[in-house]
């Protein structure tokens, strides 16, 4: 738990019809690239992860290789909520040994001195025909469906903007959960200023399949929300005084 809470921050948001996932990437040095932190699983599913990036390459290559399969024998999507057990199951599996011999409660990978579990937490981002999804999957092997929710370094911060908002991304399209999004991602930063290159955003939509948004388009959603922020401090009140109070996220 502690290896995600030192990643880098994770932002995952939907509405009925999006979701959008976004991830603070920033290089070790001026000479070097950052490492993604969101990867493509299928044509409508996606994970943002926060923590090791080895655990997430591996969790989410188990992701596509499950997909994958699934397509193959039964033609068709793999459906998101045995996506998501199957991802739990992989953090915490049960001994098939004692399972088989015994019927008992399952033995976890933590409960053997040769295992360790996985120090990455992942937002899953889904669409099927029910609809959008979020999931979050986190090292102990429990997972939960939300709204909206942030992982990673300084996520608080995150979350206490994502709960005044998330009552109004129901209806949302993408380029509008992409701006709460970078909202989001800025609470981050502490102060530090927020740039297209060092944040990454993907959006899942209907019609609309797994893609990184453009570098250009989202300096273009930053430079707005800059001349929004400049506004004076009364308009931006009154807009603050119509938003519902908080409540909690998850679903």
């Not at 893609?211 to 004076?232: G, L, T, W, Y």
Request: charged letters at 25%; proline letters at 5%; one cysteine or more.
């Amino acid at each position: 738990m502690e290896a995600v809470k030192q990643g880098s921050a994770a932002i995952g948001l939907r509405s009925k019809t999006h979701v959008v996932l976004a991830t603070v990437n920033k290089a070790q040095s001026d000479l070097s690239s950052h490492q993604k932190k969101i990867f493509k699983v299928h044509d409508h599913v996606a994970v943002a992860i926060a923590g090791l990036t080895a655990d997430g390459r591996v969790l989410s290559r188990y992701l596509r290789s499950e997909c994958i399969n699934h397509s193959f024998v039964y033609e068709s999507p793999l459906p998101v909520s045995p996506l998501v057990v199957h991802l739990a199951d992989k953090a915490q599996p049960p001994s098939k040994l004692y399972r088989k011999l015994f019927e008992l409660m399952p033995f976890v990978c933590t409960q053997r001195s040769w295992k360790r579990p996985y120090g990455v937490g992942l937002l899953v981002a889904r669409l099927d025909e029910s609809g959008a999804h979020l999931y979050y999957n986190c090292p102990s092997g429990n997972y939960f469906e939300y709204q909206a929710f942030a992982i990673g370094s300084r996520s608080q911060a995150a979350k206490t903007y994502l709960e005044r908002k998330f009552e109004t991304f129901t209806n949302y399209k993408g380029e509008e959960l992409i701006k709460d999004a970078l909202f989001a991602i800025k609470e981050t930063l502490q102060g530090e200023k927020l740039t297209s290159s060092i944040c990454t955003v993907a959006v899942v939509g209907v019609d609309e399949p797994f893609h990184f948004v453009d570098p250009k388009m989202i300096q273009e959603v930053i430079n707005s929300m800059e001349v929004r922020e400049e506004a004076p401090a009364e308009q931006i009140d009154m807009q603050e005084d119509r938003s519902p109070d908080a409540a909690p996220m998850d679903i």
